[in-house]
């Protein structure tokens, strides 16, 4: 090896790589979605479309809170919407308890949320594979029947805070953050919220828990021969994933106001990681690709066209179907490769078809 | 110096290191045997995943079966393993990274030391490029980068040239012999290749079905007629 050649190595940039033409169309794609998000959708679309955009970037949250446990980690949790359930219900019977200031309860539900999560994540020390996927499934269950026995608060007293209200409009709905109470302006505090969680997995993938995550995904014995405490990082990534789903949870009970039971159904969970598959797991674009499968096609299915959209578990598994056996990266990994062989077989038809008219003419 | 006294491995009917005393003293020293000899299984009790039923490991005067697992990285111990571990979904810079930021090595020397190791082996593709993307070589020389970052005092190495060309082998070994004088650590190396292990090793431990059946200066050993018959599988007539 030339040392001149080591030298230039010596030199090269911390972060090479965050200028490299990859990032860039990351970093111009990241600001158009926002830009998007943020002023095009409000302004041109009506209220129930805000109304299910704001449920796409909660349930993105939820999606994101996989890319971290399977994604990542390689740990398979089929029990986060009943985390999300967790959440909604912990943001409500606060929300009524005190008067705390919005962000303020995000904070607190989150940190509950996490709390739980990593008491649900404690097999997965043990546990890997189909028998973590159970453990994760029946808590996800025995969460949903004790929500159904305690149901959801409604401005009563006592630990589940319910009272025997009849007239369910004379409930008060969850407190929305001050100055966004009307659903544009909430859609808004939503979506930076949720772009602030995806911030917050992303500065983890990117330093020294997402490089022992992913070591550990590789290989256990290997990670423990690099020295990574992997009982510590697994804990973590639990920790992760159930905060942001807390979050997640927090800004949904303020979205619908009055949450209920019917709202989390177990299998959720599976249409979730089904969901998080397709669009692509490994990376946080998958997650917002799920959010829009979980919240903004059945709205589409439901409102515009009609249709039943229980359809779409059949749809979704025939996806996932083709996910899993011919693009494991998910939509967000394959539809880029699809288009750029479109492209060139397009530039190849044209290219023939002016090579033809050259010699005709 | 690791001094194994008496150590003894057993799963269940089968005794994969049996009463093994020996010493690797310094520098690069070989451990061979055939298959199923116990080389990886002795490896797994250097690296924690295996507990001996018995014995004892001191390594530079210190009990190494003291210590959890993970915190042996930290201490200096580092090993490759027999199917090769580099991380597909990072970079080689992070991989070597990973490695340094869990030792015990500070902070501020982190990047030059991952620069240099990756140096160290000789990979001429960006270290930011993904390691998914590289050949077979390229990520055995991560690998061997991921060993040698940081202040290692131990570098275990199972099998680093299997499946590698000759000429690549070569580089292997040039890299494996100067891992003591650039590291200042010792090497144990597991391999196949007897024109490798005798090129870079001064010493050689020779296990057969979990025995340790001679050690001692490489050439010696590698002219045991014990240790030629166990290679070619011939009885012995005793």
């Given at each position: ?41 409000p302004?041109?679309?009506?209220g129930?479309?805000v109304n299910?955009?704001t ?126 109470g009307g659903d544009i302006a909430y859609y ?174 | ?238």
């Amino acid at each position: 090896m030339a040392v001149a050649e080591a030298g230039d190595r010596r030199n090269w940039p911390a972060a090479v790589g965050l200028a490299g033409p990859r990032n860039i169309v990351r970093a111009v794609a990241t600001v158009a979605l926002l830009a998007i998000a943020l002023f095009l959708i409000p302004a041109t679309l009506g209220g129930d479309w805000v109304n299910t955009f704001t449920s796409v970037a909660i349930y993105s949250v939820v999606a994101a809170g996989l890319v971290v446990l399977y994604g990542r980690v390689g740990m398979i949790s089929l029990g986060q919407i009943a985390l999300l359930a967790i959440g909604t219900w912990t943001a409500t019977r606060l929300s009524y308890a005190t008067n705390i200031p919005f962000p303020l309860l995000i904070l607190i539900t989150a940190s509950i949320t996490c709390v739980i999560g990593v008491l649900i994540g404690l097999p997965a020390l043990r546990l890997s594979g189909l028998y973590l996927a159970l453990i994760t499934l029946m808590a996800a269950g025995a969460v949903n029947v004790v929500l159904g026995a305690i149901d959801f608060p409604n401005g009563g007293g006592g630990f589940t805070g319910r009272t025997a209200v009849v007239n369910l409009s004379g409930l008060e709905p969850v407190n929305r953050p001050s100055g966004a109470g009307g659903d544009i302006a909430y859609y808004r505090y939503v979506v930076v919220v949720c772009a602030l969680m995806f911030l917050l997995t992303l500065v983890h993938f990117a330093n020294k828990p997402g490089r022992a995550w992913a070591t550990i995904r590789e290989s256990e014995p290997a990670a423990l021969a690099a020295g990574v405490n992997v009982t510590l990082y697994k804990l973590w990534a639990f920790a992760l994933a159930s905060f942001i789903t807390g979050v997640a949870g927090c800004l949904l009970a303020a979205e619908v106001g009055r949450p209920t039971v019917y709202g989390f159904p177990t299998q959720d969970s599976l249409t979730m990681i089904a969901t998080a598959l397709i669009g692509g797991i490994y990376t946080l674009w998958g997650a917002i690709v799920a959010g829009v499968f979980m919240q903004l096609v059945p709205f589409i299915f439901q409102a515009e066209w009609h249709i039943n959209p229980n359809f779409l578990l059949i749809i979704f598994g025939i996806g996932l179907l083709q996910v899993l056996l011919t693009a494991p990266g998910g939509l967000v990994d394959q539809f880029p490769k699809d288009m750029a062989k479109l492209g060139r077989a397009i530039y190849g038809l044209f290219r023939k078809a002016t090579g033809a008219v050259r010699r005709s003419g | 110096m690791i001094e194994v006294e008496n150590l003894t491995v057993r799963f269940a009917g089968v005794t994969p290191i049996d009463d093994v005393t020996v010493t690797f003293p310094a520098g690069a020293c070989g451990l061979i045997g055939p298959n199923g000899a116990g080389k990886t299984t002795f490896f797994n009790v250097l690296s924690g995943f295996v507990k001996p039923a018995a014995g004892s490991i001191r390594v530079f005067g210190e009990d190494l079966l003291k210590l959890v697992d993970f915190r042996r990285a930290r201490w200096g111990l580092r090993r490759t393993f027999q199917t090769e571990q580099a991380i597909q979904q990072l970079s080689i810079f992070e991989n070597v990274a990973m490695i340094h930021e869990h030792s015990r090595s500070s902070r501020s020397a982190r990047r030059a030391a991952v620069l240099s190791a990756i140096e160290f082996v000789g990979l001429e593709a960006s270290p930011y490029a993904k390691v998914g993307g590289l050949s077979a070589r390229e990520r055995r020389l991560v690998e061997v980068a991921r060993a040698v970052v940081g202040e290692p005092r131990i570098v275990l190495l199972d099998e680093p040239a299997a499946g590698l060309p000759e000429r690549e082998t070569e580089h292997l070994g040039d890299l494996i012999q100067r891992i003591p004088t650039e590291f200042g650590a010792l090497v144990v190396l597991v391999d196949h290749d007897m024109t490798l292990v005798s090129g870079c090793c001064e010493t050689t431990a020779v296990l057969d079905f979990g025995r340790l059946i001679a050690s001692g200066p490489t050439a010696e050993v590698l002219r045991n007629e014990a240790v030629i018959s166990a290679y070619l599988g011939v009885e012995d007539a005793a």
